[in-house]
């Protein structure tokens, strides 16, 4: 499927393209990691910001804050 830079996308579109879980996807956008307008009560995303997140040189930073996230979970159990 074919990311086009100037549609906009819900969040459950969005996890679809990234093939992530809804868990991942609210992370990132309350993260930062990906831009995202809030209209009304739902989020909208911008073709372009589901691409930067998927740039080389924004994966590391992207794993960090996952893995970061992560060890939060396990640390409370």
Aim: aromatic share 6%; charged share 35%.
């Amino acid at each position: 499927m074919e990311i086009k830079t100037h549609e906009v996308y819900t969040p459950k579109e969005t996890q679809a393209l990234l093939k992530v879980s809804a868990s991942t996807m609210t992370r990132l956008i309350k993260n930062g990691l990906i831009k995202s307008a809030k209209v009304g009560k739902q989020y909208r995303i911008l073709g372009r910001d589901i691409l930067r997140l998927l740039s080389p040189e924004l994966e590391d930073k992207v794993g960090r804050v996952y893995n970061k996230g992560r060890r939060w979970i396990h640390d409370e159990d």
